[in-house]
């Protein structure tokens, strides 16, 4: 199955939950990222009852300090 990932193509063997996915990526330090699937925002507490499948778009993004 074809997801698309911070605007890059992925492929994914089966629908993983987004804290399998994140997991599978070897994000460090998970609390201090967000990710949005199909433009929603999925909060932390829900990594692992959302699930990712064919065709969804993912953005994982970390806050940035700066001024």
């Known amino acids: 199955m074809e997801i ?3 605007g890059d193509k ?3 063997s089966a629908p993983v939950t ?3 996915y994140m997991e599978e990526l070897s994000v460090k330090q998970p609390g201090k990222i967000a990710v949005a699937v199909n433009g929603e925002v999925i909060s932390r507490e829900n990594w692992q009852d959302h699930t990712i499948e064919g ?3 993912i953005e ?3 806050p940035l300090q700066g001024g």
Do not use: L, P, Q, S
Request: no cysteine; proline share 0%; charged share 35%.
């Open 10 to 12: 992925k492929n994914i």
């Open 60 to 62: 994982i993004v970390r």
């Open 18 to 20: 987004v804290a399998e």
């Open 4 to 6: 698309t990932v911070n």
């Open 55 to 57: 065709g969804d778009e």
